[in-house]
Nanobody, 126 residues
Framework: QLQLVESGGGLVQPGGSLRLSCAAS????????IGWFRQAPGKEREGVSC????????DYADSVKGRFTISRDNTKNTVYLHMNSLKPDDEAVYYC???????????????????WGQGTQVTVSS
């Protein structure tokens, strides 16, 4: 069974840090770009960051540039999202998704991402 599982969410104070993990099972991530998305209550799901299948290409939403870093370890079949300087506006459920691709780049839109995790809650509050 093909599955993505996010972990690492939780409660953090403003200015704090978290590292989210996205682990794949049932398939290898080598041929997949991975995206991180988030959805806050009452808002649409938005792209946060993505990473190409080789890890060379990355992209970030303007709202997280300079604060979040995406990385991947294909030997562990896992992608990470390092989040620093967290703000209350970052509070959301974070999802990872996999996009099968022959290209080195990734996409920030939800289109094409065929596999999704169940999400992990990030709460930023003092």
């Amino acid at each position: 069974q093909l599955q993505l599982v996010e972990s690492g969410g939780g409660l953090v104070q403003p200015g704090g840090s978290l590292r989210l993990s996205c682990a794949a099972s049932g398939f290898t991530l080598d041929d997949f770009a991975i995206g991180w998305f988030r959805q806050a209550p009452g808002k649409e799901r938005e792209g946060v960051s993505c990473i190409g299948k080789s890890g060379i290409f990355t992209d970030y939403a303007d709202s997280v540039k300079g604060r979040f870093t995406i990385s991947r370890d294909n030997t562990k079949n896992t992608v990470y999202l390092h989040m620093n300087s967290l703000k209350p506006d970052d509070e959301a459920v974070y999802y990872c998704a996999a996009l099968f691709t022959i290209h080195a780049m990734c996409e920030m839109s939800r289109r094409g991402y065929g596999y999704w995790g169940q999400g992990t809650q990030v709460t930023v509050s003092s």
